[in-house]
């Protein structure tokens, strides 16, 4: 049955596979970063790269570049491998803090 709300638990978004523009499963999202003071999504956290979970990282991509498509049942972003690759990035072991300059820089990257 096919839900008819526009609302998602933050659990189901968690594991939902990436998809690039051209179908290519780029990975899945491993977090939701929040703004405190807003309450809206700011980023989600592309688990990208490795093995099987192994030497993954992790990269914050801004949340309005998602756009989740019913018939992959994924989000789509407008990014390719080589792109990621170049962006913002940090390891699970050593999640940085989200403050000014950080976001500065992802959104910078982004183009926003």
């Not at 992790?58 to 792109?83: E, H, S």
């Amino acid at each position: 049955m096919a839900s008819t709300t526009n609302v998602i638990s933050s659990d189901r978004v968690e594991g939902t596979t990436v998809y690039n523009t051209a179908g290519d499963k780029l990975g899945s999202i491993d977090d939701l970063m929040i703004d405190k003071l807003s309450g809206q999504v700011r980023y989600a956290v592309l688990e990208f790269g490795g093995f099987l979970g192994i030497g993954t990282d992790r990269y914050p991509i801004p949340w309005n570049m998602l756009k989740y498509d019913t018939a992959q049942d994924g989000y789509v972003v407008p990014l390719d491998k080589a792109t990621l690759e170049g962006a913002p990035r940090y390891a699970t072991a050593s999640i940085p803090d989200y403050d000014e300059p950080y976001t500065r820089s992802i959104n910078k990257y982004y183009g926003f």
